[in-house]
């Protein structure tokens, strides 16, 4: 962690965005160089109070302003993310050492939950009339109520769309955001709040704070109404006790350790491409990402070697251009988790199949996408999360083997199946523990499908993002009912005696015509 120093004379200019009332900064390195990048102010637990009283305010007028002005801001913000798309992928790519590739994945996401973001909250956040209990007697409507100001916290490995997967259906909803973005990243997670703001969504409805998280964080998880955590399951937890304590709702995207199960009827080669890309995409450092392949022992001998090949032969680079197949680890702290849980699992006798070295041509804290097997559960690399460029390969007899296998996890968030029979994939897919399983692709599938909900199993998380789930996190639900007044409903002994039966009538005829 760098050391404080005073802000330098030439700022960041959207650094300067940041709600940070003193003079402290930080240098940030770039994990392209490994050299510091920029310069970041640090908030205060009153900026953070600051910010969120601010939010508070403008969240009454966005929140009146109805779901029709909302779409509108939000789709122009969709087609401002568009026009800058190569600034925001320089700076994705600065920031985190992911290639231009894995870069337009973010940007794409981005894209992706703000359209459907903008184009879904009415049909899903409307009110709407409910069942009510005793027909001709009471009516029943439920509203949706923004929640008001919504705490986002966000890491530092898929920050640009990480942050829209969050802020962007909490903006649809009505709600104001103070986000506290991770150093690294943050510029990232700002140049796309300008595209917003310049779209219309007014400053102060979505504020970012940076800082320590013992600070800004806590301060944070101390205001808010509802927060989104996207983080380590570590951390996960103690926010969870906070929102506890306070008793506001949270949504937690936390760690995983995502299995892959390769079954004998597919196709080695494809799958070993796949495979490359599901594990190694971004490094390896995305919540999704495979870390355990299972493949079936018919198939291992032609999987492996593909896979290897695919392995030697892919680019590993840091141009600001589609031009490497994988990008670099992102910080030091990264490169050290890394080496710890590989020299722990060589030094326990797990077989290097490939990689397994630092590249420091191609930059300070790069680290060639490895695959190992012979892993035991006495190697850390077994069952903790490594979140970078590691994969262990075992092998498998049969499907139920592999089932087994890829459940005995405390993780629970994405789970991959390579297979050449759809309706044998689809079985295994249903008995997997996962909040997503994808089918013959590692994570994109389901990482895409912004209408469908995102999230974790077990230590990997509590509540979705994404899809209807992801919206109504942001609401409370009202409901009103109207007595009609065509029928008194009994207050006193005599009227209840007088009623009761009618109502046992009534409860009858609706279970005989399976009303509910
Ligand atoms: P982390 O938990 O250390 O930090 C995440 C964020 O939380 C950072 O901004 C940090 O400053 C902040 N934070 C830390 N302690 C806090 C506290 N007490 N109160 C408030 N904020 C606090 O995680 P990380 O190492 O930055 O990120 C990597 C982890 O995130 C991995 O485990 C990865 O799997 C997980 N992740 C999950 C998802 C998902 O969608 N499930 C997505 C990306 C990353």
Not at 95 to 106: L, N, V
Not at 151 to 166: C, E, F, K, Q, R
Not at 365 to 379: I, L, N, Q, S, Y
């Amino acid at each position: 962690m760098p050391a404080p120093r005073t802000r330098a004379a030439r700022p960041e200019p959207l650094a300067d965005d940041v709600v940070a009332s003193g003079a402290e900064a930080v240098w940030i390195p770039s994990p392209l160089t490994g050299e510091p990048h920029h310069e970041l102010p640090r908030s205060s637990a009153d900026d953070v109070r600051d910010a969120v009283a601010r939010a508070r305010l403008a969240q009454l007028a966005w929140a009146r302003a109805g779901f029709a002005h909302r779409e509108r801001v939000l789709l122009r913000a969709h087609d401002l993310l568009l026009e800058r798309r190569e600034e925001l992928l320089d700076l994705i790519q600065t920031e985190s050492g992911k290639t231009r590739g894995q870069g337009f994945e973010e940007l794409f996401e981005a894209a992706s939950v703000t359209r459907y973001n903008a184009l879904t909250a009415k049909k899903v956040l409307r009110g709407r009339t409910r069942r009510s209990g005793i027909p001709t007697v009471a009516t029943a409507r439920v509203r949706y109520q923004a929640k008001g100001v919504v705490g986002v916290i966000t890491p530092w490995n898929y920050a640009l769309s990480l942050a829209a997967m969050d802020v962007v259906p909490a903006l649809a909803a009505g709600c104001a955001v103070v986000q506290k973005a991770d150093d690294q990243g943050a510029l990232s997670i700002l140049a796309l709040r300008r595209a917003y703001i310049d779209a219309g969504v007014p400053e102060a409805l979505w504020a970012v704070v940076t800082g320590p998280a013992s600070v800004v964080g806590e301060a944070l998880t101390d205001e808010v109404d509802y927060i989104c955590f996207t983080g380590s399951t570590a951390t996960g937890r103690k926010i969870a006790e906070k929102a506890g304590r306070r008793l506001v709702g949270a949504s937690l995207e936390l760690g995983g350790k995502n299995p892959l199960i390769v079954l004998d009827d597919a196709d080695p080669v494809k799958a070993a491409q796949n495979a490359a890309h599901a594990c190694f995409s971004a490094m390896g450092q995305l919540c999704v990402s495979i870390e355990r392949i299972y493949v079936h022992r018919k198939i291992a001998g032609p999987f492996t070697s593909a896979l290897v090949d695919v392995l030697e032969h892919a680019k590993v680079g840091t141009g600001l251009g589609f031009d490497a197949d994988f990008g670099v680890l992102a910080s030091e702290t990264q490169l050290a988790r890394v080496e710890s849980q590989f020299d722990d699992a060589v030094s326990k006798g797990a077989t290097v199949l490939v990689g397994g070295t630092r590249l420091p041509d191609v930059a300070p804290w790069a680290f060639a996408p490895t695959v190992v097997t012979g892993v035991t559960p006495d190697m850390t690399l077994y069952a903790e999360e490594t979140f970078g460029a590691i994969a262990a390969l075992y092998l498998v007899d049969s499907d139920e083997e592999a089932i087994i296998a890829a459940n005995a996890s405390d993780y629970g968030l994405n789970a991959a199946v390579f297979s050449g029979d759809a309706r044998r994939a689809t079985r295994i897919a249903n008995a997997i523990a996962a909040g997503s399983v994808n089918i013959n692709e590692g994570y994109r599938g389901s990482f895409a499908a912004v209408d469908a909900p995102m999230g974790g199993q077990k230590s990997s998380g509590v509540g979705r993002r994404n899809g209807a789930e992801g919206l109504l996190r942001f609401v409370e639900p009202v409901t009103v009912a109207k007595s009609t007044g065509l029928l008194q409903l009994p207050r006193t002994a005599k009227e209840y005696e007088a009623q009761a039966p009618l109502l046992l009538l009534l409860a009858r005829a609706l279970r005989r015509l399976r009303r509910a």
